[in-house]
């Protein structure tokens, strides 16, 4: 630090100064240090000698409120996942792809975008559309390339991100390692990785979309696997009328109260609130279809204990994801209830929480039915985010 001017010594000239914040007299004129008693003040006149007068605990204080204003600016609100309340941690490790609306953007596109397969003519949305909950509406197995049919029927996507594992048997146990499977799979998409990517940078945008999300224009099997997942973590049910019920901004009407108590004894087990899914392989007695002999678990495992046990799938928006099981084999919500109340078929692998004949009335089943259209969530459904609008 400079050091004052020694006093004493005498200047005729008055010059004006700045009294600065370590007590010394400043000229801007002569620009150097002053004694006092050659300065006419000019503290409060111009606005920079007022800035210098602010102490420097106000310019600390000014300094940590702005930079909070800046934080809080760049932290869009899309890049936080919201967990709805009361719902339990999910599985997916968002540390790993944290979410971040380009990405989101990237994979909603690459969700609807046919250059995923072989012939350009079959998307990720052909089997998974959003009105019927990403399910696929009327068709008992999925549809694939050129028409072939696949072994099963298309599950309804939602709450992956509470998923630790994929597939009616279990087969995929990473979301980002899900979208191969189709894409390669020679009955739904039969391309290859490497080919998608060289489609995909041969396009006029997406290398330049691509950039924009990842930051690099250099289009891999990891950032189209990243992408689709981050679009498919953002599907999240929470709001059908059975949540608005439990948060206590609605009622259930007699007959849903009691489908709902009839549930919780019978079916809850397994389809467990609030996501409807225990997350466990079970086999609820389905009759074994001779033309498919799909054994579910058993494939994976080897572990002859695990025959015929199917992922417990959730029941959130049941009601728009008809044909039901993983072979669509029930057409609608009457046939399943009938099945669990009178054709559970028993065997060694039979999960225990359906040993005992469940002997439902035709009253119980429809309340049961009414119940479950409460966990329609037309919010879910309709809502715009999800819909892919090329622009
Ligand atoms: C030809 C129809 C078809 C296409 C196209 C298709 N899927 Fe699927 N999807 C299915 C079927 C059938 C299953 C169940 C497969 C099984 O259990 O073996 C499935 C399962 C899934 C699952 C697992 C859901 C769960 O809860 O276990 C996810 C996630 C998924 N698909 C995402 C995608 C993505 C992403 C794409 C595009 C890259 C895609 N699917 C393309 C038919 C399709
Ligand atoms: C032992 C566990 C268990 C119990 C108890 C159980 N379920 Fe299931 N549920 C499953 C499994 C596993 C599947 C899938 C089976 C398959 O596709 O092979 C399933 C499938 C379903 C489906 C079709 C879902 C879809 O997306 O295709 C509905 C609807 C359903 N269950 C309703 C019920 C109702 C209602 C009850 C009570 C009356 C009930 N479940 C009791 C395990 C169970």
Redesign the pocket.
């Known amino acids: 630090m400079p050091s004052p001017p020694g006093e004493g010594i005498f200047f005729a000239q008055v010059y004006n100064c700045h009294r600065l914040m370590n007590g010394y007299y400043f000229s801007s004129k002569k620009y150097r240090f002053l004694p006092k008693k050659e300065c006419r003040l000019s503290e409060g006149k111009t606005l920079l000698s007022r800035l210098r007068m602010v102490s420097m605990k106000t310019w600390i204080i000014i300094g940590v409120v702005m930079a909070l204003g800046l934080l809080s600016f760049s932290r869009k609100p899309a890049d936080r996942f919201v967990v709805p309340a009361g719902w339990p941690k999910p599985a997916y490790n968002f540390k790993k792809n944290p979410l971040d609306p380009q990405k989101v953007e990237m994979g909603k596109r690459l969700?609807n975008e046919t250059l995923?397969s072989r012939d350009n003519t079959?998307s990720?949305n052909?089997?998974?559309a959003q009105y019927t909950a990403f399910a696929h509406t009327d068709h008992s197995l999925?549809?694939?390339i050129e028409g072939k049919i696949?072994p099963?029927?298309?599950?309804a996507?939602m709450n992956?991100a509470w998923?630790n594992s994929?597939?009616?048997?279990g087969?995929v146990t990473q979301?980002d390692l899900?979208?191969q499977k189709?894409?390669t799979n020679p009955l739904?998409?039969d391309e290859t990785m490497e080919h998608v990517v060289a489609k995909l940078k041969a396009t006029s945008n997406y290398p330049d979309l691509f950039f924009r999300a990842f930051g690099d224009s250099l289009i891999t099997v990891d950032m189209i696997m990243q992408s689709?997942s981050q679009f498919?973590l953002t599907l999240v049910s929470a709001n059908a009328r059975y949540d608005r019920v439990m948060n206590g901004a609605d009622t259930f009407t007699k007959r849903e109260a009691n489908g709902y108590a009839l549930f919780k004894q019978d079916c809850a087990a397994c389809h467990k609130e609030p996501l409807f899914t225990n997350g466990q392989f079970e086999n609820n007695g389905l009759a074994v279809d001779e033309s498919l002999a799909d054994g579910g678990r058993v494939k994976i495992t080897h572990n002859a204990g695990d025959s015929l046990k199917f992922?417990v799938p959730t029941l959130r928006n049941i009601e728009v994801t008809y044909p039901y099981m993983h072979d669509g084999r029930f057409r609608n919500l009457q046939m399943v209830l009938f099945q669990y109340s009178e054709h559970v078929q028993q065997s060694s692998t039979l999960s225990v929480h359906l040993q005992k004949k469940l002997m439902l009335t035709e009253q119980n089943k429809g309340d049961i039915i009414l119940f479950l259209k409460t966990l329609t969530d037309e919010e879910f459904l309709k809502n715009k985010k999800f819909e892919f609008v090329n622009n």
């Open positions: 969700f995923l079959i990720c052909s089997c998974h999925s549809h694939g696949g099963r029927n298309s599950p996507l992956l998923s994929f597939m009616w048997d087969s979301l899900q979208a189709p894409i739904e998409m689709l498919m992922k």
